[in-house]
């Protein structure tokens, strides 16, 4: 569904990403891993076509992304961070973007209706909290049903009940076949919803195994020791 | 495309910055007309404030909105929409919010007190100004990646063409006061919008004659149609020259 092949990213001396080939499949749950600075984020904004490789090539269901927008349509994708205009309510925000998509798809209203936005659709953007926002962008990422999800530190800011909401919804979109990419620092939440792991540093792609191959491979049963396994083995 | 331009100006209507700056303007046309015993007395006073502060307000604000907005038009980017749409559309919408307000603070006042001659032309050449620092302050964001930096430029910018240009053209003429500089004059007016707008209005009101030798070749070259057509032209093009080079920079800059 989407492969990388040899992507190169540099910014000025700093080389971000370095020949990195991927290839995601329908119904994949993928967890980017790294430390920070790998180069995680980075290669996200590359599917999405806001940072622009160097060299390689990114395709989107076989086409190639570069120059094209029309590919989008079918990526819904939640920020690191939500912030907004500050004088929006939700509802604009909301209405704003269907405005922009207006494909006819039909609207995945579980997770406003899981996190009871509907309750506070006419307030202004500025008067939210961090983790409100962080539910109107998940929100927004679902809303659409696209086929692929791309999530960027989905959890961080978000209450235990929230996170725990968005974590059932993540899984029940993969099993309706959806690729789904998350980039996470608490590991321990990734357990019981990715399927594979691809592991980065310092720009270089590691691994990408499946986690049970992770698992077999390491000895550990948590994916937070096998991390640790690995990264133990390779500061030797 | 249209739809964004609604949102960015739902929001910027409720704007404090750009509420008290409606108000701000409001209040000095008012006073100003009331203050002068004649219409053109007011125009005049009301040139000099409107030619300082909307091309400040104007970059300063749309600078400082981009750079606020930078996480949202990254979320706008990662939709099916074409990126120099995108920008174009918040352009549009911060360049209307602005005339609006512009139009509401010293349009309105202006029709109201002294539409004839002058009056048209100031809200005119207000509103060309309002256009032209909104373009480069959508430059100044794509070009700098650091918001403290950028709003650097921004205010830089304002300053150059707001004072340092008229001390250079001041050095110029002086230095070179020898020599006949009325075409130079001219030419050097072209560079700065705001240097622009003043002589057209200047001499739309009759007080050119206060300007010398200088002021009847500047009275010679734009009172004509084709002067008029020549302003116009060099202030759409101030308006369109940073507003291309940032759609053109913007659409294969990396967010």
Redesign the interface.
């Known amino acids: 569904m989407i492969t990388a092949e040899h992507v190169n990213k540099r910014?000025g001396k700093l080389q971000v990403l370095r020949d990195i080939s991927l290839t995601f499949s329908p119904g994949q749950a993928v967890a980017l891993i790294g430390p920070n600075g790998s180069g995680k984020t980075t290669f996200i904004?590359c599917l999405?076509?806001?940072?622009?490789p160097d060299s390689g090539m990114i395709t989107f269901n076989g086409q190639d992304i570069a120059h094209s927008?029309?590919?989008?349509?079918g990526?819904g994708?939640m920020?690191q961070?939500?912030?907004?205009?500050?004088?929006?309510t939700i509802a604009?925000v909301f209405?704003?973007?269907k405005?922009?998509?207006k494909d006819e798809r039909l609207l995945d209203e579980d997770l406003p209706q899981a996190f009871q936005l509907h309750k506070i659709m006419d307030k202004?953007m500025h008067t939210l909290s961090g983790g409100t926002r962080q539910k109107v962008?998940a929100s927004?990422a679902f809303l659409f049903n696209p086929d692929v999800l791309?999530l960027d530190e989905p959890s961080a800011g978000l209450d235990p009940l929230a996170a725990e909401l968005l974590k059932e919804k993540i899984r029940r979109e993969k099993e309706k076949g959806k690729l789904i990419l998350i980039t996470s620092h608490i590991l321990s939440e990734l357990d019981d919803i990715v399927s594979d792991v691809a592991y980065l540093q310092e720009g270089q792609l590691k691994f990408h195994k499946t986690l049970s191959q992770l698992k077999c491979d390491t000895g550990e049963q948590k994916l937070v020791r096998a991390i640790a396994r690995v990264m133990e083995t390779a500061d030797l | 495309m249209n739809?964004?331009i609604k949102?960015?100006i739902?929001?910027?209507?409720?704007?404090k910055i750009v509420l008290a700056y409606t108000a701000f303007l409001l209040l000095i046309s008012l006073s100003v007309f009331n203050l002068e015993d004649t219409g053109v007395k007011g125009i005049l006073s009301l040139l000099n404030i409107t030619l300082i502060i909307v091309p400040l307000v104007s970059i300063v604000f749309a600078t400082i909105y981009l750079y606020?907005?930078?996480?949202?038009i990254?979320?706008?980017?990662?939709?099916?929409?074409?990126?120099t749409r995108l920008l174009a559309s918040i352009f549009t919408g911060l360049a209307l919010s602005l005339s609006l307000a512009f139009l509401i603070g010293a349009g309105i006042p202006v029709l109201i007190y002294h539409a004839a001659g002058a009056g048209g032309l100031l809200v005119i050449i207000g509103l060309a100004l309002t256009l032209v620092f909104t373009a480069l302050a959508v430059l100044a964001a794509v070009l700098t990646r650091d918001k403290a930096k950028g709003i650097g430029v921004a205010i830089l910018l304002w300053f150059y063409f707001a004072l340092i240009f008229d001390g250079i053209v001041l050095f110029i003429l002086f230095q070179f006061s020898d020599y006949p500089m009325e075409k130079t004059s001219i030419a050097l007016s072209t560079l700065n919008p705001i240097d622009l707008g003043r002589i057209v209005i200047l001499l739309k009101m009759d007080i050119s004659a206060m300007m010398g030798y200088s002021g009847a070749v500047f009275r010679q070259f734009f009172g004509g149609l084709w002067g008029s057509l020549y302003a116009g032209t060099v202030l759409l093009l101030w308006i369109a020259m940073p507003l291309l080079w940032a759609l053109r920079r913007f659409s294969?800059k990396?967010?």
């Open positions: 910014f904004k999405l076509g806001m940072v622009v927008w029309q590919y989008r349509a990526i994708y920020p961070i939500g912030r907004f205009p500050d004088n929006m604009q209405n704003m973007l405005d922009i998509r202004r962008g927004l791309i | 739809k964004i949102y960015i739902l929001d910027i209507a409720r704007n606020n907005a930078a996480e949202f990254e979320l706008l980017i990662s939709q099916p929409i074409r990126r294969h990396d967010l």
